[in-house]
C-alpha cells in the first residue's frame, strides 16, 4: 500500500466517490482495476488511468471513453484529479504516486475504492481460501439470468457473463430488494487483510486453510482476519447476512458475537442447508430443515463444485430469485476460464487421443479436490499433471501438503516455480526440485523439467490413447495447454 501523509491518511476510508469526481487509477489494466473503472464510470465519475503496457483490456477501456497512457510512467497524472487509486501491484515509489503524493492527494488502494464504491450498492463479498472466482461467476450468471442485472467485479474472465466486470443497473429490479441500489458482487480477497476494507452487506465465507503464511504467519491470525471481515457486515436489522461452510471454514470461531443474520451450508445433515451432491451424475440438491427446496445438475465436476454451485444459489435466493429460477439458471453455467477448463483433445503418437484441462489451482486442497474430480469424471487411463507451483514462501510452507495433494495422478511434471511478490532470499530457500523429491518420496512418478517448451515437447511425445492431462497453477504455466494443444502429434 503506498505510503501516505498524516492528511492522506486522515479520512480516507470516507472519501465519497461521487458523481464528478475526478479519479486516476494506475494499474488500470488488472481485472480489478478495470472493473473498478468501468463501475466508476457507471456511477459518473470522470476516470483517466495508466498501465505499462497495451492488452485488449486497455483497448476496451479506451473505447469505453477513458483517457490512457499506456507505457512507461513519466509521473504526470491529469492537473485535475482528485484522488489517485492504485493497484495492489503499484510500488508506493511509482513516479505518479510520488506525483499524487506531493500535490497532497488523497490516495487510496484498489481495495480503499472498492470498498466506498460498496457504499452505494447492494454489496455481496464472496470469500475463502478456495472458489472466490468460481462462486462469484456462479452468482453472477445466476442472477443475471433471473433479471436482477447484477454488477460485478471477479478476478478471473467468464465469457458467459460477458467477461471479468460489468456494470448492472442502478437500482434491484424485482423481489425483495426492489428499488434499493443495485447488486454489487465482488471477489473479498485475503491478502494482505485487504478484504478488511471491503463494506458488504452480504457475505460468503466458503473455506479457510492456511495460505498466504508470508503475511499471516499462522493458521490462527488468518482465522481472525476473516473473523475481522466477517464483523463488518451491518446487524440483523440493517440486512447483514453472512453465509458461511458448515465445516472447513472455522465457523465455531468466527460467528459467535456477529451481529448479523448467520446460516450454514454443507454437506453436514445439520447445516442450515444441507447439501446433497451425487458423484456419478453430477446432481446437487438442497434441503432445508430436512425437506427439499431444490435441485439441479452440475456442469463442472467435483464435491467441491457442488458447494460453490449450492452457496451461489442460497445467495441468489436470499437477494430475491425464486428456488427453482436459480437452480435453473445454474444449471446452465458452462464454466469460467482456468477452473477446470476441457481444452480439448489432442492426438497422440500412438494413433489415439488425450484429453487435456487448464486450472488455476495452486493450493494443496485445490489440486487434490480438482484431480480427484476430473479423475473421476473422465476415466483416463494415466493422469499427466504438469503443476508450476506459485510463489516460494507458498511452496515452502506447505511443501508437505502439496505432496500429498497429487494422490489421483499417475505423473507430475514440475517446472520452475514462478517466481512473484517473494524476496530473492526466499527464492534460494526451496526450488521445484524440492517438491519433486517429496513426491518420489510418496512413491509418485514426478520429473523436473525446468522449461515450457521441453514440457511442450515431452507431452508430445509421451502422452498415449486414453491419458487425461492437466495444468495447473496461477502463473503462465496455461501457455503450455494451449502449445501442446496446437502441436501435432
Same mark, same amino acid.
Given at each position: 500500500?503506498?505510503?501516505?501523509t498524516?492528511?492522506?491518511?486522515?479520512g480516507r476510508?470516507?472519501?465519497?466517490? /461521487?458523481?464528478?469526481? /475526478?479519479l486516476?487509477?494506475?494499474?488500470?489494466?488488472g481485472?480489478?482495476m478495470?472493473?473498478l473503472?468501468r463501475m466508476l464510470?457507471?456511477r459518473?465519475c470522470?476516470c483517466?488511468?495508466?498501465?505499462?503496457?497495451p492488452t485488449?483490456?486497455t483497448?476496451?477501456?479506451a473505447?469505453?471513453?477513458?483517457?490512457?497512457?499506456?507505457?512507461?510512467?513519466?509521473?504526470s497524472i491529469p492537473?485535475?484529479?482528485?484522488v489517485l487509486i492504485?493497484?495492489?501491484a503499484?510500488? #508506493?515509489?511509482?513516479?505518479?504516486?510520488?506525483t499524487?503524493?506531493s500535490r497532497?492527494l488523497? &490516495?487510496?488502494t484498489?481495495a #480503499?475504492a472498492?470498498?466506498?464504491?460498496?457504499?452505494h *450498492?447492494l454489496?455481496i463479498?464472496i470469500?475463502?481460501? *478456495?472458489?472466490k472466482?468460481?462462486t462469484?461467476?456462479?452468482l453472477c450468471h445466476i442472477?443475471?439470468e433471473?433479471?436482477?442485472?447484477p454488477? %460485478?467485479? &471477479?478476478?478471473?474472465t467468464?465469457?458467459?457473463?460477458g467477461?471479468?466486470?460489468r456494470?448492472?443497473?442502478? !437500482?434491484?429490479?424485482?423481489g425483495? =430488494?426492489?428499488?434499493?441500489p443495485?447488486?454489487?458482487?465482488c471477489?473479498?480477497c485475503?491478502?494482505n487483510r485487504?478484504?478488511h476494507h471491503h /463494506?458488504?452487506?452480504?457475505?460468503?465465507?466458503?473455506?479457510i486453510?492456511?495460505d498466504?503464511?508470508d &503475511?499471516?504467519?499462522?493458521?490462527?491470525?488468518i482465522?481472525e482476519?476473516?473473523?475481522?471481515?466477517?464483523?463488518?457486515?451491518?446487524p440483523?436489522e440493517?440486512?447483514?447476512?453472512?453465509?458461511?461452510?458448515h465445516?472447513?471454514?472455522?465457523r465455531?470461531a468466527i460467528?459467535?458475537?456477529?451481529?448479523c443474520h448467520v446460516?450454514?451450508?454443507?454437506?453436514?445433515?445439520?447445516?442450515?442447508?444441507?447439501?446433497?451432491y451425487?458423484?456419478?451424475?453430477?446432481?446437487?440438491?438442497?434441503?432445508r430443515?430436512?425437506m427439499?427446496?431444490?435441485?439441479? !445438475?452440475?456442469?463442472?465436476?467435483?464435491?467441491?463444485?457442488a458447494?460453490n454451485?449450492?452457496?451461489?444459489v442460497?445467495?441468489? *435466493?436470499?437477494?430475491?430469485?425464486?428456488?427453482e429460477?436459480?437452480?435453473n439458471?445454474m444449471?446452465?453455467?458452462?464454466?469460467?476460464d482456468r477452473r477446470m477448463?476441457r481444452?480439448?483433445?489432442?492426438s497422440t503418437r500412438?494413433?489415439g487421443?488425450a484429453v487435456v484441462?487448464?486450472d488455476?489451482g *495452486? =493450493?494443496? !486442497?485445490?489440486?487434490?479436490q480438482?484431480?480427484k474430480a476430473?479423475?473421476?469424471? #473422465?476415466k483416463p487411463d494415466?493422469?499427466?499433471?504438469? %503443476?508450476?507451483? =506459485?510463489?516460494?514462501?507458498?511452496t515452502?510452507f506447505l511443501?508437505?501438503?502439496?505432496a500429498?495433494?497429487f494422490a489421483?495422478a499417475?505423473e507430475?511434471?514440475?517446472?520452475?516455480?514462478?517466481f512473484v511478490r517473494?524476496?530473492?532470499a526466499e527464492?534460494?530457500?526451496?526450488s521445484?526440485?524440492?517438491l519433486?523429491e517429496?513426491?518420489?518420496?510418496r512413491?509418485?512418478?514426478a520429473? =523436473?523439467?525446468p522449461?515450457f517448451?521441453?514440457i511442450?515437447e515431452?507431452?508430445?511425445a509421451?502422452?498415449?490413447?486414453?491419458?487425461?492431462v492437466?495444468?495447473?497453477?496461477?502463473g503462465?504455466v496455461?501457455?503450455?495447454?494451449?502449445?501442446y494443444?496446437a502441436?501435432?502429434?
Open positions: 500500500m503506498p505510503a501516505l498524516a492528511a492522506q491518511e486522515t476510508e470516507d472519501i465519497d466517490l /461521487r458523481p464528478g469526481r /475526478r486516476h487509477l494506475v494499474g488500470i489494466g481485472c480489478g478495470s472493473g473503472a464510470v457507471a459518473e470522470i483517466t488511468g495508466s498501465d505499462q503496457a485488449d483490456v483497448k476496451a477501456l473505447a469505453d471513453g477513458i483517457s490512457l497512457h499506456l507505457g512507461q510512467p513519466t509521473g492537473d485535475d484529479t482528485e492504485a493497484s495492489a503499484i510500488p #508506493e515509489d511509482h513516479p505518479e504516486v510520488s499524487a503524493r497532497g488523497p &490516495i487510496l484498489y #480503499e472498492l470498498g466506498q464504491l460498496q457504499r *450498492h454489496s463479498a470469500s475463502g481460501t *478456495h472458489g472466482s468460481t462469484a461467476s456462479m442472477l443475471i433471473c433479471g436482477l442485472d454488477s %460485478f467485479i &471477479i478476478g478471473a467468464c465469457d458467459q457473463i467477461g471479468g466486470s456494470a448492472g443497473a442502478a !437500482t434491484v429490479p424485482h425483495p =430488494h426492489e428499488g434499493e443495485g447488486i454489487l458482487v471477489e473479498a485475503e491478502f485487504s478484504f /463494506r458488504p452487506d452480504l457475505a460468503l465465507i466458503n473455506n486453510e492456511e498466504h503464511l &503475511i499471516y504467519g499462522s493458521l490462527e491470525a482465522i482476519a476473516f473473523g475481522e471481515f466477517a464483523s463488518l457486515l451491518p440483523v440493517d440486512g447483514g447476512s453472512l453465509l458461511i461452510a465445516s472447513g471454514a472455522r465455531q460467528t459467535p458475537s456477529l451481529p446460516s450454514t451450508f454443507g454437506f453436514h445433515p445439520e447445516a442450515d442447508y444441507q447439501i446433497v451425487d458423484a456419478n451424475v453430477l446432481r446437487v440438491g438442497i434441503l430443515e430436512g427439499w427446496v431444490t435441485q439441479w !445438475t452440475n456442469q463442472m465436476a467435483g464435491g467441491h463444485n458447494l454451485a449450492a452457496a451461489a442460497i445467495l441468489a *435466493h436470499q437477494l430475491g430469485a425464486e428456488w429460477d436459480a437452480s439458471a444449471a446452465t453455467f458452462n464454466g469460467l477448463q481444452l480439448g483433445e489432442r500412438d494413433g487421443t484441462y487448464d488455476y *495452486h =493450493h494443496p !486442497t485445490e489440486i487434490e480438482t484431480l476430473l479423475k473421476l469424471a #473422465e494415466r493422469l499427466i499433471c504438469v %503443476f508450476q507451483p =506459485h510463489q516460494h514462501s507458498r515452502r511443501l508437505d501438503h502439496f500429498e495433494s489421483s499417475d507430475v511434471i514440475v517446472p520452475r516455480i514462478y517473494d524476496s530473492l527464492k534460494q530457500r526451496v521445484a526440485v524440492d519433486v517429496k513426491l518420489d518420496e512413491g509418485v512418478l520429473k =523436473h523439467i522449461e517448451e521441453d511442450t515431452y507431452l508430445s509421451e502422452c498415449q490413447d486414453g491419458d487425461l492437466v495444468i495447473m497453477g496461477a503462465p496455461w501457455t503450455i495447454g494451449r502449445d494443444m502441436g501435432d502429434a
